[in-house]
Each structure stands twice: as C-alpha cells, then as structure tokens.
C-alpha cells in the first residue's frame, strides 16, 4: 500500500520563487491536510481540506495556497518563497472522524530558501 | 483554545533504563490524546491514543500511557528503552471526533548504549 506519498522528497528554491509539493493518498480519506515541523514548535497545521472542493485554513496559512480538486490529491503551493518557509512539510489523511482516528503522515519535504 | 505543552524538548535515557515522557493539555471539555513517533527521516506515526474507556492505554512495542483528568496529563512510559526507541515522540489532542487534532512542540528521546 502506497498511503500518502509526498513529492519531491528535497527541494532547495531561491526567494520569490514559486513552486508545489505534491500530495497524493489511496486510502479514499476525506481529510487532509498539510503541516510545517520545525524545530522546538512540532508540526504546525498550514491548510487542510475535509472533502474534494473543501479547503479551509489552519495556523499559519500566510504565503500558501491549497486546492483539492480530486480526493486522492491535496497539493500545496508557495506564491512566492521566503527564507521563513525553510520547513519540513508533512501531508496527512485520515477518515472524516479525523479527531478520533490515526492520521497517515507521508515521509516529508524538505524545503530550504535561500 | 487547545494547546499541548510537552515539557522537555530532549530526555537522554540509557539503554534498558526507565522513561516517561510527559504532556499536558488544556481543555475543559472531554478530549481524544494521541501519541506519534517520528522516527529519523520520516513522517509520523500513531504510537497509542485515548479515546474513552481504561485510561490506561498501551502500545504493541512496550509503551505505555496514563489519562489523568484532573492533572490534564497524558504522559507516555515505558519501563526499559531500546536503542531502537530513539526518536521524536509527540503529544497531540482534539475535542471532538470532527476536530483538528493539535501537536505539542515533541520531545526528543535518545536512548545511550
């Protein structure tokens, strides 16, 4: 089984780049959502999304952008890159009852800005 | 609002020694706790939860953890640690089955031969 797969693994951009981090899930879960881990503050929630054509906010929503067109995908899009949105990025899914069952994580990306 | 706070940002702990990592949240409803292991280079995953029921839950790898209401903690024990447990271990809650689940900052276990 697949379960969430995050694409690419390593991306290095320069500032006011643009670019998307892949996500895609084969578990037919209606949510989803993105998070950036960095150090000492764990994994802060970026977007999620409960259902195809459903997207909403979550902490720290500033310079990114979300669409889900599809259930299996949730890509994440950074307008224009800055220094600050050097991160690892975590995808999850889970079912609709996301507060009571076990997130999936994908294996992260991890982006540096320079 | 939630917030989980895990008290110590690093624990070194020798092999076949005791641990307990500790978490606290803050609620003043009825809430779901979650413990995820993150080992080097991966994502997360589901070590053990609490939803309802014996408040002491526990994990098929020898962890443990206790729900205590009212000191609002969830602190994650195992008796004897592996070098195989060295990882990233974090706290997460949510207060109802629809809710974000929200992660504490993690606690980083290294475990000493």
């Known amino acids: 089984n697949a379960g969430v797969t995050q694409t690419p693994k390593f991306q290095v951009l320069k500032t006011g780049q643009s670019m998307t981090l892949q996500c895609a899930q084969d578990?037919?879960?209606?949510?989803m959502s993105w998070y950036r881990q960095d150090p000492g503050m764990g994994l802060r929630l970026i977007h999620y999304?409960?259902?195809?054509?459903?997207?909403d906010q979550g902490e720290v929503p500033n310079g990114y952008n979300v669409s889900r067109s599809t259930t299996e995908d949730f890509p994440l899009r950074l307008l224009s890159a800055a220094p600050s949105q050097t991160s690892v990025y975590f995808c999850?899914?889970?079912?609709?009852?996301?507060?009571?069952?076990?997130?999936?994580f994908g294996q992260g990306t991890r982006l540096t800005v320079v | 609002a939630q917030s989980v706070t895990q008290l110590d940002s690093q624990v070194p702990v020798f092999e076949e020694a005791p641990v307990e990592l500790r978490c606290n949240y803050s609620?003043?409803?009825?809430?779901?706790l979650f413990w995820y292991v993150q080992y080097p280079n991966q994502g997360l995953q589901l070590l053990l939860k609490?939803?309802?029921?014996?408040?002491l839950v526990k994990s098929i790898n020898g962890f443990e953890a206790e729900f205590n209401k009212s000191q609002t903690s969830f602190h994650l024990r195992k008796p004897s640690v592996h070098i195989s447990d060295t990882a990233e271990y974090f706290c997460?809650?949510?207060?109802?089955?629809?809710?974000?689940?929200?992660f504490g900052p993690g606690t980083s276990l290294s475990v000493i031969p």
């Open positions: 999850a899914s889970s079912p609709f009852d996301r507060g009571s069952t076990e997130a999936f």
């Open positions: 578990m037919n879960h209606e949510y």
């Open positions: 999304s409960v259902g195809a054509g459903i997207t």
């Open positions: 609620s003043s409803v009825s809430v779901y």
């Open positions: 609490y939803l309802s029921g014996s408040t």
């Open positions: 997460a809650v949510s207060q109802t089955s629809y809710d974000k689940v929200i």
